[in-house]
């Protein structure tokens, strides 16, 4: 436990710090798994919620909070009017590359810490692990 709560203060720190939008929003853990996740074409909350392992209440809470931020924006679904159809909007997908663009600076960090093997070692091993996971811990 304090090894996986150091390494995510760690992150979440360097986010803060690097966050180049600081003024307008902060960047959450959540923030990123929601930006990521969102399809070009958009997609519904369930998806979301299920890609980004957490749950549809919670995807929910943080599409509210990321509407009102202008980060995306929904429409009804053309297909199933009992949905909404979520996407990004310019201001979001710059926002989603300014996270992709921290996160190589992160990982550059990890290099010069841990050398380039052992940082992409630790980036298969936790994909791997993620994707065995599953959905809530429910595979």
Same mark, same amino acid.
């Given at each position: 436990?304090?090894l996986i709560?150091?390494l *995510?203060?760690?992150?979440?720190?360097w *986010?803060?710090?690097? &966050?180049?939008h600081r &003024?307008?929003?902060?960047?959450?853990?959540?923030?990123?798994?929601?930006l990521?996740? #969102?399809?070009?074409?958009?997609? %519904?909350n369930?998806? +979301?919620a299920?890609?980004?392992?957490?749950? $549809?209440q919670?995807?929910?809470k943080?599409i509210?909070?990321?509407l009102?931020?202008?980060?995306?924006?929904? $429409?009804?679904?053309?297909?199933?009017y009992r949905? &909404? *159809?979520? /996407?990004?909007?310019?201001?979001? /997908?710059d926002?989603?590359? =300014?996270?992709?663009?921290?996160?190589?600076?992160l990982? /550059?960090d990890?290099? *010069?810490h841990?050398?380039?093997? $052992? %940082?992409k070692l +630790?980036?298969? +091993?936790l994909?791997e692990?993620?994707? =065995?996971?599953? #959905?809530?811990? $429910?595979?």
């Amino acid at each position: 436990g304090m090894l996986i709560g150091r390494l *995510h203060r760690y992150i979440q720190i360097w *986010h803060e710090e690097k &966050n180049p939008h600081r &003024n307008e929003y902060r960047i959450t853990p959540s923030l990123p798994a929601l930006l990521s996740n #969102v399809y070009v074409d958009g997609c %519904t909350n369930k998806e +979301l919620a299920e890609r980004a392992i957490v749950t $549809k209440q919670g995807m929910s809470k943080l599409i509210n909070e990321t509407l009102k931020d202008g980060i995306i924006e929904i $429409k009804k679904n053309k297909d199933d009017y009992r949905c &909404n *159809h979520i /996407a990004l909007t310019e201001k979001g /997908a710059d926002l989603l590359i =300014s996270i992709w663009e921290n996160n190589q600076y992160l990982i /550059a960090d990890f290099e *010069h810490h841990i050398g380039k093997e $052992k %940082t992409k070692l +630790l980036m298969e +091993l936790l994909s791997e692990l993620s994707e =065995s996971i599953g #959905v809530c811990g $429910k595979k």
